[in-house]
């Protein structure tokens, strides 16, 4: 307790009612109070002076001459409202601080607890008001401002929660949560009080309502429960369910963690013990549900909010409540005071130039918390050059901080979206590769909580599968090998999570747990260009997690782990329900993939099904998502009739669980459909289409752009089935209504054009299948960029188009090179093995052949292949035996019509005479590939790697090492020696095949 004081008020005003508050003053003074008012002044941006903090705590109340210029000054605001809250702690009320009002009415004044103590009117002379405030100082005690004790530390569930060191000021809004909440006596509503904190990622929303809950601990002495984690995924808005499973997990962990429920209690059990409780312990609660993603419905929202009438929900989120739920508060840019604050909070700019830069710097990053955390941290490195520097570094975006600012889209502040996105691409480039491989991990998860463990587990699986080829046998079978590396493994994560904290990247919780924000999750993800270290991490979390979940759930660090994992697990089953959408019908109805790869192996998605199942159940939402992908994992490996069954299976449990009509239930009866393509059903997935054509249709209109989606899908079917007739109907009326809905820059316009382009090729059109597919490619380059995927199809199929227009024709050499290019860059792009560059590799072959393509457009039978100029084999190679032979892949037919491409193009080559050396070396480059692709006989893919070893040394005499072409051999020579090396380690394992 501080010892007497030295002023009864603090008067607090604008500088522009300079001449009122000395008159105020005198007239305070003559009635024996001692005043103090600040006589010199304050201009923006400076710091609050030391005298000022310190008249402050040694004044007993304040008076806020309140004008229409009071609430416009940052200096009037933060000392009212650092009063309003050391008064609250003071004795739990606030009337040590007065508003005499001037100029305004009552209703004007910010906060309203400066309404609640009224003096005068505003028309009243300053003398009357003078013996008002008198007689209010003579009714306080003597205590001071400087006396208000800490608040409590609130009791958190499931786990305490520490603050961070970034958090700055945002009393103003603290106030306004807490008006907001006494203002809600539920009139209108059967819900407890519900307040939202809208505003945009990294804005600091999560630690606002943290600190409401820690600033005003009296007001819920029940304790203060923090349900966090559910916008974790990008498409989280579409997804209430998983949202309300999320909530159910957390609900029970906290239920487990007071001894309310056993560890494997059903969410309703678990909700039902904590209400219980909540309601005998009869004492107000804080109820916060952090990061609620936008398209929540009003039904769902009203499970999530707290379960008793004691309950304050504090709700964060980038969008209102829905149905106009609750108060609602914006949370914007920081205060410019505490802006400056933030960003000295590690070097102190020195007067001049750096304080100016600050000043700017500020400016520039939109007072963006999260990036001025970061901003903070890289002005102390001295490479930065101090503020001066970092702001001298946004005078010229490189285009990667351009493009992956217009990617993170909505969740920047359009104006200063691309400073704050270079600010954070400079923090994770300051990463080192510890730091660098944590982030990756922690982006694959969750913004829900981590321990490093959790984070050790998933390295050491993803570095399992990437041993070094330098490390000897004898070394792999030491026997302390593992437990080394684990040491190693643990002491990478602890570096690297040390690192990111220092770089404001990763935010530890007092607990040994850590988070990363969402938003810095989304640029590392954009940033993270490593799609084999991302992928091979990702495999080894889904295994982590899945085992997680089914280990055993004896004693608490079990099921612990367990807790930990679960939101986790719900944010990479979206993950892959997102990766198995963008599998996508093409126009041969095939599933695809951009990145080449089939999904999750078949063994890891069983161990994560098996794993959901056993901790949530087989009908819980996360769990029918795993199905689903494992579904689709075994149509990638051609395994098409489990692939349908599993399906059924997913599609039935949807049914169940959300109705016939729900779209999640469309899209896995849509995924059915795909699976009876593949299974040459063309017909059953005519009807399936359709059904979920009608469905979407009366559920959003026709021309939603989901139900466009299934009109393109149908007509796949069609034209696979030979009705092209009835094809052009449907994808001309698809081409139109997608023009209208979604416009002629679309991605969906895009994809209908080319659908266009593949109807007219089947009808023969080819020189207007050309055209369509020329207008897809142009489409398409502008949209993705030269090196995507489907940017290769459509400039494909013009390729093919227009060598069948031809008929027959020798193929121009610019074309030949444009199959040569394609083929360059699908191998870069989506591997060797790829069916879609298979593919192509195909269309290279009968182009330097000098015939028509292969396999038509984008995977459609197209013409017959020209018959290779093959002699008959009478007898099988020296020492290979019948039994020898592997021809049981179902796609043994199709490796072996390429393989005969190959060494028709290889002998015709020869036969020319010509001194085109360079074709020469790239028709031998693909027989290396095709042979390499047959694996039909044990060798054979020994004699490929010597061909194309060969062909890469040939090209690089030509051409030079650089050259591209000269890469594409080193590629290729380098996935051969990969399947070699595997046939030797695991015999009779590592057979691929081509799809």
């Known amino acids: 307790m501080r010892s007497g004081h030295r002023y009864d008020v603090f008067l607090s005003y604008a500088w522009e009612d300079i001449d009122l508050a000395v008159r105020f003053q005198e007239l305070l003074e003559a009635r024996g109070l001692s005043v103090f008012r600040d006589v010199t002044g304050m201009r923006d941006y400076d710091d609050i002076p030391t005298v000022i903090r310190a008249a402050l705590d040694d004044s007993r109340t304040l008076v806020a001459l309140y004008t229409p210029s009071f609430p416009e000054s940052q200096y009037c ?109 539920g009139a209108g509503s059967d819900l407890p009080p519900v307040v939202f904190l809208v505003g945009g990622g990294g804005i600091g929303k999560t630690m606002l309502a943290e600190q409401y809950g820690r600033l005003f601990a009296e007001d819920h002495p029940g304790g203060v429960f923090v349900l966090g984690g559910l916008g974790s995924h990008p498409y989280g808005s579409r997804d209430p369910l998983r949202v309300a499973a999320l909530v159910d997990d957390r609900i029970r962990a906290i239920a487990h963690g007071l001894e309310l429920v056993g560890a494997d209690a059903p969410a309703a059990a678990a909700r039902a013990a904590l209400s219980t409780r909540l309601v005998d312990t009869g004492t107000p609660y804080l109820w916060i549900l952090d990061d609620l993603p936008a398209g929540v419905d009003t039904a769902v929202f009203r499970t999530l909010v707290a379960p008793t009438a004691l309950g304050r929900t504090l709700v964060t989120s980038r969008a209102p409540g829905p149905g106009g739920q609750g108060a609602r508060i914006d949370v914007g840019e920081l205060g410019e005071l505490d802006s400056l604050a933030l960003l000295s909070s590690r070097v102190s700019p020195s007067p001049g130039v750096e304080r100016q830069a600050r000043r700017r710097l500020a400016q520039a990053l939109g007072r963006h918390p999260l990036a001025m955390a970061v901003a903070a941290e890289l002005v102390a490195l001295p490479e930065t050059g101090g503020f001066a520097g970092l702001l001298a570094s946004f005078a010229e975006p490189s285009p990667d901080v351009l493009e992956t600012a217009e990617r993170l889209g909505v969740h920047l502040p359009t104006a200063h979206g691309a400073s704050i996105c270079a600010t954070l691409l400079r923090g994770i480039d300051r990463l080192t590769p510890d730091g660098l491989t944590v982030m990756r991990l922690a982006s694959l998860l969750a913004p829900a909580p981590f321990s490093p463990d959790l984070l050790t587990d998933i390295l050491a699986e993803s570095e399992s599968e990437s041993e070094s080829e330098s490390e000897s046998e004898a070394d792999r079978d030491r026997p302390d090998r593992e437990e080394r590396d684990r040491r190693e493994f643990r002491e990478s994560v602890r570096r690297g999570l040390a690192e990111a904290e220092q770089l404001a990247l ?51 660090a079990a099921r612990l782990r367990t807790f930990e994992a679960l939101p986790h697990v719900r944010t990479v089953a979206v993950a892959l329900a997102e990766r198995d959408d963008q599998h996508l019908l093409n126009e041969a109805g095939r599933v695809r993939s951009e990145s080449g790869d089939s999904g999750t192996g078949l063994g890891l998605l069983r161990v994560l099904h098996d794993g959901c199942v056993a901790a949530l159940g087989p009908s819980d939402i996360t769990t029918l998502r795993v199905l689903a992908g494992l579904a689709v994992a075994h149509g990638m490996c051609g395994d098409h009739d489990t692939a349908v069954r599993l399906k059924h299976q997913a599609y039935e449990g949807l049914v169940a669980l959300l109705g016939p009509h729900h779209p999640d239930t469309l899209t896995a009866l849509n995924n059915v459909g795909v699976t009876e393509l593949d299974r040459g059903e063309y017909r059953t997935a005519w009807r399936v289409f359709g059904q979920v054509y009608r469905a979407r249709s009366r559920r959003n209109s026709a021309q939603h752009p989901d139900t466009l989606l299934a009109l393109a899908n149908a007509a796949v079917a069609a034209s696979l089935e030979g009705r092209h007739a009835l094809a052009l109907r449907l994808r001309t009326s698809l081409l139109a209504r997608t023009a209208r809905v979604l416009g002629t820059r679309h991605p969906q316009y895009a994809d209908a054009l080319n659908g266009m382009g593949t109807t007219a090729y089947a009808l023969g059109h080819h020189a207007e299948a050309a055209d369509w597919f020329d207008r897809a490619y142009r489409l398409r380059r502008d949209l993705y960029g030269e090196q995507h995927g489907d940017t290769l199809d459509a400039l494909e199929n013009r390729l093919v188009a227009a060598a069948a227009d031809r008929d027959g024709t020798a193929v121009p050499d610019r074309e030949e090179e444009g199959f040569r290019e394609v083929y360059r860059c699908r191998l870069d792009l989506q591997g060797p093995s790829h069916p879609a560059t298979v593919t192509t590799l195909r269309h290279c072959l009968v182009a330097c052949r000098g015939g028509t393509a292969a396999d038509g457009t984008a995977g459609e039978e197209g013409p017959p292949l020209p018959t290779p100029r093959m002699e008959p084999v009478q007898t099988l190679p020296h020492g290979v035996t019948p039994g020898g032979v592997r021809l049981e892949a179902d796609d043994m037919d199709r490796r072996i019509e390429t ?9 015709l080559m020869a036969d020319s005479g010509e001194d085109d050396e360079v074709r020469a070396l790239m028709t031998q480059l693909w027989l290396a590939h095709a042979t390499a692709l047959m694996d039909q006989m044990d060798g054979q893919r020994d004699v490929a790697l010597a061909v194309a070893e060969d062909t890469e040394a040939g090209l690089a005499r030509e051409l030079g090492r650089d050259h591209p072409l000269t890469r594409t051999a080193t590629s290729l020579c380098r996935w051969i020696e990969e399947l070699v090396d595997a046939a030797v380690e695991w015999p009779g394992e590592g057979r691929t095949s081509v799809d």
């Open 77 to 185: 605001r933060w000392e009212m409202y650092t009063a309003l809250t050391r008064s609250y702690h003071l004795s739990g009320q606030t009337r040590r601080v007065m508003a005499v009002v001037r100029g305004m009415g009552f209703s004007q004044v910010l906060s309203s607890r400066l309404k609640c103590l009224r003096l005068p009117a505003v028309t009243a002379a300053l003398a009357d008001v003078s013996d008002s405030v008198r007689q209010l100082v003579d009714g306080m005690d003597h205590r001071t401002f400087g006396d208000a004790p800490e608040p409590p530390v609130p009791s958190w569930y499931p786990e305490p929660a520490v603050g961070s060191r970034y958090f700055r000021g945002r009393l103003q809004e603290l106030w306004q949560i807490r008006d907001a909440f006494d203002g809600d006596d």
């Open 899 to 907: 393989f005969e491409l190959a060494c028709s193009a290889q002998e």
């Open 506 to 556: 990763a935010r530890p919780d007092g607990t040994g747990n850590w988070s990363v924000h969402a938003l810095v999750s989304r640029t590392v993800r954009l940033a993270d260009h490593d799609d084999t270290a991302r992928e091979r991490a990702r495999r080894a979390a889904v295994r982590v997690l899945g085992e997680r979940l089914d280990g055993p759930a004896a004693g608490a």
